[in-house]
């Protein structure tokens, strides 16, 4: 690695590009050109040198370093492994054209958190950039709140709870184990009926605790949700407040309503309640209570961010194993109910089964047949997505694809046909590159079919175990016409003959039987 210093060219930016930088360790002039237009929104800094480096991150709150692997794979391990020491907040992705997985391997290992294929693919250089960007921003959020939070004692307790009901509880402990209190209770706000409902409460009757539903600005805990100020009742001195007709019932002395706020924004109320007459509550109390509710609510805020990014999170893992990652931001952006995203519609499937591969696998190391499969996988993803199609699932050899759902086509029959003949030509071309390796690859065919028809498309399962999938006769007949084509060829049934029209060229086959079906079926050949 060179000892010079070469503080090379910085893309111009303006306030809001200043947060969102990233380094470019290459030295080459041409690829800083390219990754600038295509990451137009951020700022970009090229340097050659880890010195350079460590001072660029300094000067512009780099988020983000891309390694070009010109020097080699293990080098760029080296360079990020000592700039991660000197900025343990870097994030690092590898500009890459190896294949080789023993070097990609290294890199993942050395923290290096994902990779990107050389020559550059735009739309993916961006996704993964995106993401990284966003896990940049919530590890620095997390870390500013592990920084903040440890100067209150109670904060560490409360970094601990993983749900609202988890929060909630240990708030009611502290504040009974500081107050002495005999009945209190949480109430949260409810957006979606406009109501304060008690989350937990200790000391009070269940059955009330379960029928109360409080307006905002209603008695004193609307009043204080509503106003964001607490409340100090104490029976002996309160007959000039307005809240002295609100203490009617006997049994309770004193009592305190504190808010919980958290950045301007009213969560709910805290409510606590003595009925002996001493002590009365003090000012001291508020102050106590402003600490512990102002540490609660931060949790409260921390655990839905947490809930609401793994929900996203766990939306975008889930669908971009079928989709591409532009088609995952329109299912996630949607908003629906993950266990909720199902229907009956008007679909196009395509099945690709690798034929005379179970006599190969015999010939073969599994290390090698990991590797082919991979290469034909990730062919197979990239013609589909390309032609806006959604992978349903891998089985063992075959790829099963839908068009036309969750994403509308205005011709799901074409696309799905189009990307048979693509699908067709680039497996001929892997297949020949494989037979100069293994000859026994030169009797290694594809089935390709495509139907189309009514069926379901949605989640099947449970919450702990979903599949996106497509249930219908028409996956079936796809799966057994597959099964009958051979030599390259294409079947289609009729009403995907009717859709693509004569964009492409067919010929009748006739009508098959095929077996689990009732009926023949009138098959064309693309």
């Known amino acids: 690695m060179e000892e010079k210093i070469e503080i090379g060219r910085t893309c111009p930016a303006d306030k809001e590009k200043m947060h969102k930088s990233i380094l470019l360790f290459a030295d080459k002039n041409s690829l800083y050109e390219e990754i600038a237009q295509i990451l137009a929104e951020y700022s970009l800094v090229q340097c050659t040198t880890l010195a350079d480096a460590v001072s660029l991150c300094s000067n512009h709150a780099v988020f983000l370093v891309l390694l070009s692997d010109v020097s080699g794979v293990e080098d760029s391990c080296a360079l990020f492994h000592q700039l991660s020491i000197r900025c343990p907040m870097i994030s690092g992705l590898l500009l890459t054209g190896t294949q080789e997985s023993r070097l990609l391997r290294r890199a993942l290992d050395c ?46 307790q409360f970094l601990v709870a993983s749900t609202v009901d988890e929060v909630v509880s240990i708030l009611l402990d502290k504040v009974v184990e500081q107050t002495g209190v005999e009945q209190v209770s949480v109430m949260l706000f409810h957006p979606e009926d406009n109501c304060l409902r008690i989350a937990a409460a200790r000391g009070m009757d269940k059955q009330l605790v379960d029928s109360i539903c409080l307006k905002p600005g209603a008695q004193i805990a609307g009043w204080v949700f509503q106003q964001g100020k607490p409340v100090i009742l104490n029976r002996d001195s309160q007959e000039e407040s307005i809240f002295a007709p609100l203490l009617k019932r006997k049994e309770i002395a004193s009592a305190i309503s ?37 540490q609660a609510a931060l949790a409260l805020e921390n655990v839905r961010l947490l809930e609401t990014t793994k929900r996203t999170t766990r939306l975008r893992t889930l669908f971009e194993q079928y989709v591409s990652p532009e088609v995952a931001e329109i299912l996630i952006a949607g908003g629906e109910d993950i266990m909720g995203l199902g229907e009956i519609r008007e679909v196009t499937v395509l099945f690709a089964d690798i034929r005379n591969f179970t006599s ?3 010939h073969m190391e599994l290390s090698e047949l990991r590797l082919f499969l991979n290469e034909f996988f990730r062919l197979f993803t990239e013609t589909i997505f390309q032609n806006r199609g959604t992978v349903d699932k891998f089985m063992g050899d075959a790829v099963l694809a839908v068009f036309g759902a969750p994403v509308e086509l205005e011709n799901a029959g074409l696309s799905a046909v189009r990307t048979a003949l693509l699908l067709r030509d680039r497996f001929e071309e892997l297949r020949n590159r494989w037979a100069g390796y ?11 079919a495509v139907t189309s028809g009514r069926m379901y498309i949605g989640n099947v399962g449970s919450s702990r175990r979903l599949d996106y999938t497509v249930i219908g006769t028409p996956v079936n007949i796809a799966q057994r016409l597959a099964a009958e084509s051979s030599l390259g060829r294409i079947y289609v049934t009729a009403s995907v003959r009717e859709m693509v029209g004569d964009r492409v060229m067919m010929r009748e086959v006739g009508r098959l039987a095929l077996r689990g079906v009732e009926e023949k079926v009138h098959v064309f050949s693309v």
């Open 111 to 156: 923290g290096i958190s994902g990779l990107v294929e050389l020559p550059l693919n735009g739309e993916q250089l961006k996704y993964q950039v995106t993401r990284t960007w966003e896990e940049s921003f919530l590890r620095r959020e997390n870390e500013r709140l592990h920084t903040l939070l440890p100067l209150y004692r109670l904060g560490e």
């Open 258 to 294: 504190f808010p919980l706020i958290v950045r301007g924004a009213i969560l709910g109320v805290l409510n606590i309640s003595r009925s002996d007459r001493e002590p009365s509550f003090s000012e001291a109390d508020n102050e106590m209570l402003g600490i512990i509710c102002g």
């Open 360 to 362: 190969l696998v015999q």
């Open 438 to 448: 293994l000859k026994k690859f030169q009797s290694v065919d594809i089935g390709i």
